[in-house]
Structures are given as C-alpha cells and as structure tokens.
C-alpha cells in the first residue's frame, strides 16, 4: 500500500522569506501524480500544485515550487516570498494511475505559520 | 456550478444511533471519495468508488457504508455511531489521472 509522510508537523517562516515543506511517499508503481494541497482556518482545500511522475521537469505554480526526486521518493514543496495568506495546513498526497484503483492517499499534514 | 456539496454541515449524534452523510457532484466525475480528518492524523481515506455501482474500501473503512447508486451521488452511512467516529467528513470527487475537488466538510460529534 501506498503511504505518504511529512516529517514536519509544524514549521514556521517569516514574511517575504522562503521555506521547504518535506514529504516522502512509499511506492512500487512507476506511474502516479503527487500533490500539494492546502487547507486555510476555512477548511476548504485548495490544491497548490501537482506533479505527474512521468514528468522530470518540477512543477511550479507562481510562488510555489517543488522539488521531485522520484529515486529518492520525495516531493518537498517550496514556497517562496511567503506571505500571510500562506498560513495553512499543507497536505501532500499521492495518486495511483493504475486504472480501476486510482486511490489518493494524504500525508498527515504541515502547519505553517507565517510571521510578519 | 456547484461543484461538490456535503449534507449536512454540522451534525450532533447520540451513541448508537444512526446518520447518512450524502456527498453531491456536479461535474460528472468518476471518482468520489469519503475521507475522516482528525487532529495530528491528517485525512483518512474511509471509502471511494471508482463509478456507479462501485465501491471499495479505505485505510479506515469500519463502522461505515457507502453507497454509489448514482453517479453524482455519494452516500457515507454510520449505521451505530460510537464517540471514535468524531470526527470532520470530507468528500472529494475527480476524474481519472486528475486532481481532486473537495466538499467543505461536515463537523460530526458523537455524544
């Protein structure tokens, strides 16, 4: 079974600087999409960014970057001129291509806090 | 465009008894999912289907029932509700090989 880990349970930056949020994931399929997925004080998730593994290129979104090592299996999101709408829960998940079971599975979550 | 809807919002149970939860999408996906989210555990994949008709089981899939008998419908069932399924119920529905959308949550406590 697949399994998705963030070492990080809360990590913390100021205003305007950069921070690295980790995850790692545990696999045997060769194909899958990973995401980032970010949850506000309103609940709602909002989904940050995505990499498909057949991909080499790292995905980027504005400010929002990651860096995929598929051999080392680790999908670390890096969010850069933080900023106070930053604050959230950030979730990585995984997403099996395997048609018929394209379960998607959660890591337990980064708090972020951003200082001003 | 509604995108995907969870019923009801809040929700207060007495032990043993029962509730459905009922996930609606409006954007003809395949895929739904039911999650639990609980402090420190992140979100926990209770049961998903893969189509009208379908179903399968999660990472935590006891003391629930689902049921996909239309395709924009996913039902979520507590059939004795006990102070452990406290929790805050997510659904989520996509395509295939695509990201998820998500409901905003429904807030269960068991008393």
């Known amino acids: 079974a697949q399994t998705v880990t963030q070492s990080q349970p809360e990590m913390s930056v100021q205003e305007a600087e950069t921070v690295t949020l980790s995850c790692t994931y545990d696999t045997s399929e060769s194909d899958y999409y990973l995401f980032w997925y970010k949850q506000p004080p309103s609940r709602q998730m909002i989904l940050v960014i995505r990499q498909e593994a057949y991909k080499q290129q790292n995905a980027t979104e504005n400010r929002f970057s990651v860096n995929f090592q598929k051999a080392a299996k680790s999908f670390s999101l890096k969010i850069s001129d933080s900023q106070l709408g930053d604050a959230a829960m950030y979730f990585c998940a995984y997403r099996s291509r395997q048609g018929g079971s394209e379960k998607l599975v959660f890591g337990k979550g980064t708090k972020l806090t951003v200082n001003p | 465009n509604a995108g995907v809807t969870q019923t009801p919002k809040f929700r207060v149970l007495k032990t043993g008894q029962s509730m459905t939860l009922l996930c609606a999408q409006d954007?003809?996906?395949?895929?739904m999912y039911w999650y639990r989210q609980d402090p420190g555990m992140g979100l926990r994949l209770i049961h998903y289907?893969?189509?009208?008709?379908?179903?399968a089981k999660g990472e935590v899939p006891d003391g629930y029932n689902v049921s996909r008998l239309k395709k924009q419908n996913f039902l979520l069932g507590l059939e004795s509700a006990a102070p452990s399924q406290t929790s805050v119920y997510f659904c989520a529905s996509s395509y295939s090989h695509s990201q998820a959308f998500f409901g905003q949550g429904t807030r269960l406590t068991v008393v």
């Open positions: 954007m003809n996906h395949e895929y």
């Open positions: 289907s893969v189509g009208e008709g379908t179903t």
